[in-house]
C-alpha cells in the first residue's frame, strides 16, 4: 500500500474545507498515511459571468479534477454531491457518500426574517433553475434575479444592496462557519432540496480498488440509497442544472424511503409533483415509479420546452 493519499479539490472555501474534512477522517483513521490536497481551477470557478445552466453546468466543477486522477496525480476527488453531473465519465465511480449536513435551503436576508414574511417586488438571489421554480410557483409576487459566485461572493452582493434576500444551501453556509447568516431554515415541504444537497461524494477510478477500499468507512449505506433514487430520477430526466429538478429521500425508522420529486418550468412555475414510499432496498424501483408519475404529469414538456430556448 503507497503511504500517500492525495485529494484533487476545487478551490473555493467551501470546496476546500470539503476536503479538508475527508483529509481529516483520512488521516485519523490511517495516522501512517500522508494525505495531502492538490488544488485545481476549474472551469466552471473560470467562467462568473454567465449562469451556470447556460455554460454546460456540473460537470464544468469536476472534469479537470477527474483528469488530475487518471494521469495519476491525486487518487480522489471530494465533492458537493449535488455538483456532481448525474451520469460519471466512463472509468469513474462514486466511492463514498457521506452522511448528510442539513440538506434543506436557507433564507438568508439582513431585510427580512422570513420568506414568507417579504412583500411584493422584493427581489430574490438564486442561479439555480430549481429554486427560481419554487419561487415562481409559491412566491409569484417576488423578483428572481440571477447570482453566481462562491458563497462568499454571493453574500458580499447581498450585503451590497443588490437583493433583499438570498437562498442558499444551509449545508455550505453550516460548513464555512456562516450560520449566523441563516435567518431561517426552509422547509423541504416549501423547498424541496436537490438531488445529493447536503451530502459529500468521492469519486476516484473505478480500477483503483485500493482508493474504493481506503475511502469504504466513509461510505454511508442509507444516504447513499437516498442520494442514487434522487439521481436517478434527476438523470431519466435530463439530469443536469438546465432542468429546475427536486429530488429528496429520506428513510425513517422502518426503513422506509419516502422519495419526493418535481420537475416545472420556472418561467411560470407550472410544477409537476410526486411523492413516493417503499422499502429502501427498493430504491431504485421507487426512482423510476417516480419518473413515470412525474413523465404521466407532462414533465417531458417542461424538460422539452427548456432545451429548446438554450
Ligand atoms: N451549487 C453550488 C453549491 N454546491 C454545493 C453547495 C452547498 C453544499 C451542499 O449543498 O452540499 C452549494 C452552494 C449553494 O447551493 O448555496
Known sequence: MSDKIIIATRESPLA???????QDLLSKRYPA???ELLGITTKGDRILDKTLSKIGGKGLFVKELETAMQEGEAHLAVHSLKDVPMQLPEGFVLAA?????????AFVSSRYETLESMPAGAVVGTASLRRELMLR????????????????TRLKKLDSGEFDALIMASAGLKRLGLESRIREIISDEISLPSPGQGALG????????ETRQTVAFINDEKTRACCLAERAVSRALGGSCQVPLAAYATIDEEGMMRLRALVGDHTTGETAYTEQKGPWSQSQE?????????????????????????
Open 16 to 22: 476546500l474545507w470539503q476536503a479538508e474534512h475527508v
Open 33 to 35: 498515511k500522508n494525505v
Open 97 to 105: 457518500v457521506s452522511t448528510r449536513e442539513d440538506p434543506r435551503d
Open 137 to 152: 410557483s409559491k412566491f409569484p409576487h417576488l423578483i428572481v434575479k440571477p447570482v453566481r459566485g462562491n458563497v462568499g
Open 202 to 209: 468521492i469519486e476516484c477510478l473505478e480500477t483503483d480498488t
Open 286 to 310: 421507487l426512482a423510476q415509479k417516480a419518473v413515470q408519475a412525474l413523465l404521466d404529469q407532462g414533465a417531458q414538456r417542461y424538460i422539452e420546452k427548456l432545451l429548446s430556448i438554450q
